[in-house]
């Protein structure tokens, strides 16, 4: 059985930074391509991040391109979102992700685990 935890979320003041981080187990993390989402009140989940099965290949929303980073350690089974420079419009539940496949892909429906999610709120 796959499960996800995300840990990291909090409150900050814009300008602040955070570290996301997904643990995962129930299967051979290096199996699959990671991927990270998020979701604001009253908005669809989106896509903000993803890698692929031994790293190396990132992706990221026009969004969030030079602030965010994504990188992953297959060792630890875990996964990571460093935000950097976080605005008001980065405030939502963030959510790792993970498909048996080599590469991330940007839809939702592209992925077949996810966790519980993470809050970040952002305040100026």
């Known amino acids: 059985q796959v499960q996800l935890v995300e840990s990291g979320g909090g409150l900050v003041q814009a300008g602040d930074s955070l570290r996301l981080s997904c643990a995962a187990s129930?299967?051979?993390?290096?199996?699959?391509?990671m991927g990270w989402f998020r979701q604001a009140p009253g908005k669809k989940r989106e896509f903000v991040a993803g890698?692929?099965?031994?790293?190396?290949?990132?992706g990221y929303a026009d969004s969030v391109k030079g602030r965010f980073t994504i990188s992953r350690e297959n060792a630890k089974d875990a996964v990571y979102l460093q935000m950097n420079s976080l605005q008001a419009e980065d405030m939502a539940g963030y959510y790792c992700?993970?498909?048996?496949?080599?590469?991330?892909?940007?839809?939702?429906?592209?992925?077949?685990?996810w966790g519980q999610g993470t809050q970040v709120n952002v305040f100026s």
């Open positions: 992700t993970q498909r048996h496949a080599l590469l991330y892909r940007l839809g939702r429906e592209e992925y077949e685990y």
């Open positions: 129930g299967r051979t993390f290096s199996n699959f391509a």
């Open positions: 890698i692929r099965r031994f790293g190396g290949n990132t």
